[in-house]
């Protein structure tokens, strides 16, 4: 892990709840800041929906730049800042961002893909197909990546190359019910690229496959409709153009029928799609983070680099403070070292009101009992012993305290 | 051993003469290429105009797109003028002055007067697509404003002076938000009539502000009703009468912001593209009497290569390859190439943006004003194509956009295929601003297309050609007697020896602009034109042979007939 940065020491001053109140202060801050700044001199046009998504998208911002430090190897963090960074349209920061996963894991054909499928969305259609014949070389029982390298070379304008791509691979088809590639996409792909190639009857051949095994593929219709003009057969043109209308008029009536259900605004709906998928976001990158950061701080714990282990249970803490575990676990090290008890106190009682488990329960009757807390030591850990009756070691902790051992 | 020998060096000789053949082929390639250089020359031109898009700091959506220039000729005097339209303060937005829009004067060699308050023409509407053409045959150039409000047409009173007839001539369009427009001759009766695109339909009480990256930003046109464009039909006495329903105009709705009218099916009547933003362009086909069908989806023009519709900007056209055929080239939104639609003839389009290499450069920001012109005056059609965000606040919510950027010019290899030879093209293209509409014209009469920019929020930027080299050129006015007094939508072909081109007139063009009038064809290094073609619409044909390059000429229809 790196060393944390000077705005983590800074916050790192001082009783903990302090920090964390003053790490939160700092995001919302930040956030009004931003947003009062954008509606200087103006009403505030912005939604209470856009004014939350606005808070969440900063919030994930500073922690995905803070866990992508700490753990560049980790696939699944650099997956979900990856996919955050997309949502706010910063392609070259989630490339960034998995190809310094992929660094520590150059096997990985996950990494290699997501890198190929950002790439391409965002027009750097090389470095996809770069990636994603990676990709297929690691795993090369994948075979939809060739119509995504196809796909790419048609983005390119390299017709020629897409098809040599398709037409080796179409030729494993053996009419499986469920087959390891969508043929019907192969098809389609080759059918386009036959018609910007102007071969038009190998175009239609293929495009007329390609909608045998998916009728309702719309641009099936489009583009064979193109390829029948240019067959000079009006008819057969028409006849798909037709097709591709219906399926489109569809498409947009069920689009409007969903608006409609919704009986919300477009941008109500917007607004509420980008927060639940930045809110699933921060979830799943506090999540991962925190959890790295457990892993991490008990490791420092059981190497007894004490003040590594508190710094990093602060910033697991500070990226997920809901989660119990991280109290009693950050508690703990203040018991194992036998200092700051009050601070352990005050954690080990978070943990409780967060989850009143029997370990919760059991790791605050300790710190009162090493507090010199006796009652209150035994009735936290009777508590314990309630909820989990059959646990020896309950029991035992807490006749020791009866008892009067020492500490 | 001699004859080895004799040999050996032989061949080193042929490898050396190779050698050096590759050389100088290689250093004339990279000559040519290197030949079309643009000077900004902004400064010296005593042009003082700042344009303002409205500055509500609200996030409304028509400060995004405007907006369009118009190069012109107001007072008959030979050269070209330039016409800024500008935005205008939104509600809740007060100026101590209010924005206008500028007509500047050229005075020759680059300088220019501003003479907006004496021509009568400072209009002070919301400005976004202008058209100028002759519409009442009187000899001088009307101008036609589709604003974000109340449209106007100024009649040139042929003193310097316009005025305001939009009332008598009915084309106010009610208090729409506008986009390009063109005047054209959708019946080949003799007179021109109008065309006006519409973008979206907008309220101040339907909020459509998003947010990016946490920061307020402009919407999509896609959060509002899209409306239908309207056409209307020239009385032949000053006024017009609205025929968007009966000419199967009215029955399409979409984002319309580019307008061009031509004839890319050669039959003789002029058709109408409209690029739309975000939704499919249409193509809507004259069928000689002003009825129109939309026929973008069946041509290939209505999307990308791969069926994907595109936020659609600007749209330029003209006859990239040489073939007879009138080709259509589209800007577009963020993240997505400018596409240029080869015409293959029978009415169909091919997208071959890559296959031409005349996207390169365009994907992460988007494109506005576009034209074809013939920069180097080699032969063959160049584009420019203007850049820049709409998003003024892009830079925070984004890793590789910016609100300003570089225009880019593609210089046209005349093989068919294009390269972006903006890093090589002077320091004029290292201007970055954020770019609308273009207009290319022959700014100071020395044969070769210059370009006048509208910066959004900015000064505009003048670009000088100086491009080096030898090549010749000509410029031809036409004169309508029985069509229409400019010619719009007449077909001009150049024939000289083995390079035959095509252009034609067009009035408003690329992103809500309006230029060339004058049709410019460079003629490479013959000092001669073997014949030159002109098809007015309604049928007349004039032919001229045998004429000297590098001059202006005018042709009156009529005057030549064919033999």
């Given at each position: 892990m790196n060393t944390h940065s000077n705005h983590l020491q800074q916050f790192s001053q001082g009783p903990l709840e302090k920090r964390l109140c003053r790490f939160i202060i700092a995001f919302l801050a930040i956030a009004a800041f931003c947003i009062s700044t954008s509606l200087a001199a103006t009403?505030?046009?912005?939604t209470p929906g856009q004014q939350a998504n606005s808070i969440i998208e900063k919030q994930l911002s500073v922690i995905a730049e803070e866990v992508l430090q700490d753990f560049p190897q980790d696939i699944q963090l650099a997956k979900f800042a990856a996919e955050f960074y997309n949502q706010c349209e910063r392609p070259d920061a989630a490339v960034a961002a998995l190809e310094q996963a992929l660094k520590y894991n150059p096997e990985s054909y996950e990494l290699c893909n997501r890198i190929a499928k950002t790439s391409f969305a965002n027009g750097s259609y090389d470095k996809a197909i770069t990636y994603w014949r990676k990709a297929l070389a690691i795993s090369?029982?994948?075979?939809d990546l060739n119509n995504n390298i196809a796909e790419t070379y048609m983005a390119l304008g390299k017709y020629a190359e897409a098809v040599t791509q398709l037409e080796k691979i179409i030729k494993?088809?053996?009419?499986?019910?469920?087959?390891?590639?969508d043929y019907s996409k192969s098809y389609f792909l080759l059918g386009q690229g036959y018609l910007q190639l102007r071969q038009y009857e190998k175009a239609k051949e293929y495009l007329e496959k390609a909608l045998v095994i998916t009728p309702e593929h719309r641009m099936g219709h489009y583009q064979l409709s193109k390829t029948y003009m240019r067959l000079k057969n009006p008819e057969k043109a028409k006849e798909h153009m037709e097709l591709y209308t219906k399926q489109k008029a569809e498409t947009a009536e069920r689009k409007e029928a969903w608006a409609k259900k919704r009986k919300t605004a477009v941008i109500n709906n917007t607004a509420d799609a980008d927060r639940k998928v930045f809110s699933r976001t921060l979830t799943r990158l506090s999540a991962r983070g925190s959890r790295l950061y457990l892993v991490s701080g008990k490791s420092q714990s059981s190497q007894e680099l004490f003040n590594k282990a508190e710094t990093t249970f602060q910033k697991a803490i500070a990226i997920d403070?809901?989660?119990?575990v991280l109290y009693r676990q950050f508690a703990l090290l203040y018991v194992m070292t036998n200092r700051k008890l009050d601070r352990a106190q005050g954690l080990a009682k978070k943990a409780v009101e967060l989850e009143p488990s029997a370990q919760n329960y059991l790791m605050l009757g300790r710190i009162y009992y090493q507090n010199s807390d006796r009652a209150n030591a035994l009735i936290t850990i009777e508590k314990a012993i309630a909820l989990e009756p059959g646990n020896p070691l309950y029991r035992r902790t807490y006749n020791k305290i009866k008892k009067g051992a020492d500490k | 051993m001699m004859k080895s020998g004799y040999l050996s060096k032989n061949s080193s000789l042929r490898y050396s003469m190779v050698a050096g053949l590759i050389f100088i082929n290689t250093f004339l390639t990279v000559c040519a290429n290197a030949s079309i250089s643009f000077t900004d020359v902004t400064k010296k031109t005593g042009i003082t105009f700042k344009h303002s898009?409205?500055?509500?700091?609200?996030?409304?959506?028509?400060e995004t797109v405007t907006a369009g220039l118009a190069l012109f000729d107001y007072d008959n005097d030979g050269d070209t003028d330039i016409y800024f339209l500008n935005g205008a303060g939104l509600k809740g937005m007060k100026y101590e002055t209010p924005p206008q829009n500028e007509l500047y004067r050229n005075d020759g060699n680059f300088k220019f007067t501003n003479v907006t308050a004496e021509s009568g023409?400072?209009?002070?509407?919301?400005g976004l697509g202008v058209a100028v053409a002759d519409y009442d045959g009187d000899g001088d150039l009307d101008v036609y404003l589709n604003n974000y409000g109340p449209n106007v047409l100024y009649s040139n009173n042929g003193d310097g002076t316009f005025s305001d007839v939009t009332k008598k001539a009915g084309?106010?369009?009610?208090?729409n938000f506008g986009a390009g427009t063109c005047f054209l001759?959708?019946?080949?009766?003799g007179d021109l009539d109008l065309y006006v695109a519409k973008y979206v339909v907008f309220?101040?009480?339907?909020?459509a502000t998003i947010v990016k990256g946490g920061f307020l930003a402009y919407p999509s046109p896609t959060a509002y009703v899209f409306p239908a464009d309207s056409l209307y039909r020239n009385n032949g006495d000053g006024t017009f009468t609205d025929v968007s329903k009966e000419s199967g105009i009215a029955k399409y709705r979409g984002t319309g912001m580019g307008v061009i009218c031509a004839d890319y099916d050669n039959d003789g009547d002029t058709d109408i593209f409209v690029a739309n933003d975000s939704m499919e362009n249409y193509l809507f086909q004259n069928d000689g009497t002003g009825k129109f069908e939309e026929v973008g989806l069946m041509a290939g023009t209505a999307y990308d290569f791969n069926g994907k519709p595109l936020g659609n900007m600007g749209v330029g056209c003209g006859d990239y390859n040489n073939d007879g055929l009138l080709d259509f080239y589209v800007t577009s939104y963020a993240v997505e190439w400018t596409t240029l639609y080869k015409n293959?003839?029978?009415?169909l389009f091919e997208d071959v943006t890559f296959a031409t290499g005349s996207?390169?450069?365009?994907?992460n920001n988007p494109t506005w004003g576009t034209g074809f012109a013939d920069f180097d005056n080699d032969g063959d059609r160049d584009i420019f194509v203007a850049g820049g965000h709409?998003?003024?606040?892009?830079e925070k919510f984004s890793d590789?956009?910016?609100?300003f950027v570089r225009n880019e010019i593609f210089m046209n290899t005349g093989d068919g295929k294009f390269v972006n030879i903006t890093d090589k093209?002077?320091?004029?293209?290292k201007v970055k601003l954020s770019s609308r509409g273009i207009g290319l014209a022959d700014m100071d009469n020395d044969g070769d297309i210059d370009v006048v920019v509208l910066n959004s929020r900015r000064e505009p930027t003048i670009l000088r050609n100086d491009t080096t080299g030898n090549n010749h050129w000509i410029k031809i006015r036409l004169k309508g007697v029985k069509s229409n007094r400019n010619g719009i939508g007449a077909h001009v072909k150049v024939v000289t020896k083995d390079l035959s081109q095509l252009d034609e007139v067009h009035s408003g063009r690329g992103y809500q602009s309006h230029h060339g009038l004058q049709l410019h064809f460079g003629l490479g290094?013959?000092?001669?034109?073997d014949r030159i073609e002109v098809k007015w619409i309604g049928g007349t044909v004039d032919v001229l042979e045998d004429i000297k390059a590098d001059q202006v000429i005018t042709i009156t229809e009529g005057q030549n007939p064919i033999k």
């Open positions: 009403e505030p046009e912005i090369p029982e994948k075979l494993k088809e053996k009419g499986e019910v469920f087959p390891a590639l403070a809901g989660q119990s | 898009d409205g500055n509500s700091e609200k996030f409304h959506i028509m023409l400072g209009d002070t509407g919301f084309v106010g369009d009610g208090s001759d959708i019946d080949n009766d309220s101040y009480d339907k909020k293959i003839g029978d009415g996207g390169e450069g365009t994907f709409l998003q003024s606040n892009v590789r956009m910016t609100y093209a002077g320091e004029g293209m290094e013959h000092k001669k034109i």
